[in-house]
């Protein structure tokens, strides 16, 4: 069976400070996805980042970096210099190779002050 | 840029009552989705669709669930006879290749009375 856990329910931060959000995923499968997905108070889905299981390259765009270790079953997300729009829940999400479902964290909510 | 819709964007209904939520997936992909969450809650798998049947489907998509391609455009999610536990976001999504990733629609807000 496959699990994300996102431990962090909430976060707050002040404008411009970084944040890590934290992501555990378990699974069998040596072939797997990584997402994150962002869902603003709009509440669309908006996809982030896909990472595949036998590229641990990290990855950075902007203000947004992903640190994805194998070892520690993790791929956490921070964003640097944190901004109002960036508020919203972050969704970890993990695939199994084929046509297969999202199995998505319990989410976690960024709240940042200006 | 090409984008999964979904309509309408809010439903209200009666319980009992048999509802029919719309997508028109990315016009060059051919696996299709549907998931549902829970206010507050994660979001769900509940159904995937691929060659005009369904692939896969979660044990929240009991009898009271179906779903059609009526043409070559829509995707829809019918539920027979709603009840209150239905109330939730449905979330549609497509890609275009196995393994590909998934692109979501802006939801459709469901809220049975």
């Known amino acids: 069976a496959q699990k994300v856990t996102q431990a962090q329910t909430e976060i707050s931060v002040v404008e411009k400070e970084d944040v890590t959000l934290d992501c555990v995923y378990e699974?069998?499968?040596?072939?797997?996805?990584l997402f994150w997905y962002k869902q603003p108070p709009s509440g669309e889905l908006v996809f982030l980042i896909r990472r595949n299981s036998f590229d641990e390259q990290n990855e950075i765009s902007g203000r947004y970096s992903w640190n994805f270790q194998k070892s520690t079953s993790s791929f956490n997300f921070t964003i640097t210099a944190s901004q109002v729009v960036d508020s919203a829940v972050y969704f970890c999400?993990?695939?199994?190779?084929?046509?297969?479902?999202?199995?998505f964290g319990k989410g976690t909510r960024l709240s940042v002050i200006a | 840029e090409p984008e999964v819709t979904q309509t309408p964007s809010h439903q209200v209904t009666q319980m009992g009552q048999e509802v029919i939520l719309r997508c028109v997936p990315i016009?060059?992909?051919?696996?299709f989705y549907w998931y549902r969450q829970i206010l507050g809650q994660k979001v769900e798998f509940l159904v995937s669709f691929y060659n005009n049947e369904i692939s896969e489907k979660s044990e929240i998509f009991d009898d009271q669930f179906s779903v059609e391609r009526p043409d070559g455009s829509n995707f829809t999610l019918k539920i027979r006879s709603t009840k209150l536990e239905d109330s939730a976001m449905y979330f549609c999504?497509?890609?275009?290749?196995?393994?590909?990733?998934?692109?979501f629609g802006p939801g459709t807000r469901l809220t049975v009375l």
């Open positions: 999504a497509s890609s275009r290749r196995l393994s590909d990733t998934q692109y």
């Open positions: 699974t069998r499968d040596t072939t797997y996805y």
């Open positions: 999400a993990l695939r199994r190779s084929g046509n297969t479902p999202l199995v």
């Open positions: 016009s060059n992909h051919l696996y």
